[in-house]
């Protein structure tokens, strides 16, 4: 199959979590949730390359950076928005890859990716032409809400799904979109917006990503079972 690398923004100032530090630097297991996000890449061998995507490289940021791994290479061009981000990185690399490399784009947040989740993805994906998503069915009930905060309709969940990463686009494609629909909110929408139907791919609600604090301890839950479980206890 074609080289997959991977674009993980990590620039962001994660405002909603209000932690003493960005939230993809606060510790999960005494170890940056950051660091937890780029281990689950560099043990994959069909990942040639990993770019975190900061402000400043890690140096400049006063960071421990334990990865001497060369598959692993910082780049320091976080734009304000998660898409100026990713547009920046592509930018950055095209003159690197091919635009028919794969690219999946992961949130630096998402800790709890299990490799059975990234398998599925890239073996579906492979030879698809255009690309895809993690993604979960909604099995909750959806309530729209009116101006008093109270409900204003119940909403039909049929069909419904709730976007996960990683998402896996050509690097030509993904760029393109991404130029051309700057305020996307992910790279699926992109790739939506230019007129594409990405494909969902199954993926799990152990994949959560970090919001709020209380979030890193059902993280670190998810890891320790899954620890475990690797350990035969």
Same mark, same amino acid.
């Given at each position: 199959?074609?080289? $997959?690398?991977?674009?993980?923004?990590?620039?962001?100032?994660?405002?909603? =979590?209000?932690g003493p530090?960005?939230?993809?630097?606060?510790?999960?297991?005494?170890?940056?949730?950051?660091?937890? &996000?780029?281990?689950?890449?560099?043990?994959?061998?069909?990942?040639?390359?990993?770019?975190?995507?900061?402000?400043?490289?890690?140096?400049?940021?006063?960071?421990?950076?334990? =990865?001497?791994?060369?598959?692993?290479?910082?780049?320091? $061009?976080?734009?304000?928005?998660?898409?100026?981000?990713?547009?920046?990185?592509?930018?950055? /690399?095209?003159?690197l890859h091919?635009p028919d490399?794969?690219?999946?784009?992961?949130?630096?947040?998402?800790? $709890?990716?299990?490799?059975?989740?990234?398998?599925?993805?890239?073996?579906?994906?492979?030879?698809?032409?255009?690309?895809? +998503?993690?993604?979960?069915?909604?099995?909750?009930? /959806?309530?729209?809400?009116?101006?008093?905060? $109270?409900?204003? &309709?119940?909403?039909?969940?049929?069909?419904?799904?709730?976007?996960? &990463?990683?998402?896996?686009?050509?690097?030509?494609? /993904?760029?393109?979109? /991404?130029?051309?629909?700057?305020?996307?909110?992910?790279?699926?929408?992109? +790739?939506?917006?230019?007129?594409?139907?990405?494909?969902?791919?199954?993926?799990?609600? &152990?994949?959560?990503?970090?919001?709020?604090?209380?979030?890193?301890?059902?993280?670190?839950?998810?890891?320790?079972?899954?620890?475990?479980?690797?350990?035969?206890?």
């Open positions: 199959m074609s080289p $997959c690398v991977v674009i993980i923004p990590a620039g962001g100032s994660g405002s909603r =979590f209000g530090v960005p939230k993809q630097f606060s510790l999960l297991g005494g170890v940056p949730l950051l660091h937890h &996000t780029l281990r689950i890449f560099e043990a994959h061998p069909h990942i040639f390359k990993i770019y975190p995507v900061l402000s400043a490289l890690p140096e400049a940021l006063g960071l421990a950076w334990p =990865f001497a791994s060369a598959r692993i290479q910082p780049l320091a $061009c976080a734009g304000p928005t998660r898409a100026q981000t990713v547009l920046n990185a592509l930018q950055s /690399l095209q003159p091919a490399t794969w690219v999946l784009v992961h949130d630096a947040a998402r800790p $709890c990716l299990s490799r059975s989740a990234l398998d599925r993805l890239i073996r579906t994906l492979q030879d698809d032409p255009l690309g895809g +998503l993690l993604a979960v069915p909604l099995s909750d009930t /959806l309530k729209r809400q009116n101006d008093q905060t $109270c409900v204003a &309709t119940t909403l039909d969940r049929t069909g419904l799904w709730a976007a996960q &990463t990683p998402q896996m686009f050509r690097l030509g494609s /993904l760029l393109e979109a /991404l130029r051309a629909h700057p305020a996307a909110t992910d790279e699926s929408s992109a +790739l939506e917006a230019s007129g594409y139907a990405p494909r969902l791919v199954m993926g799990e609600t &152990t994949n959560l990503k970090i919001t709020w604090p209380a979030d890193l301890k059902l993280a670190q839950a998810i890891l320790e079972v899954r620890d475990a479980h690797r350990s035969g206890i």
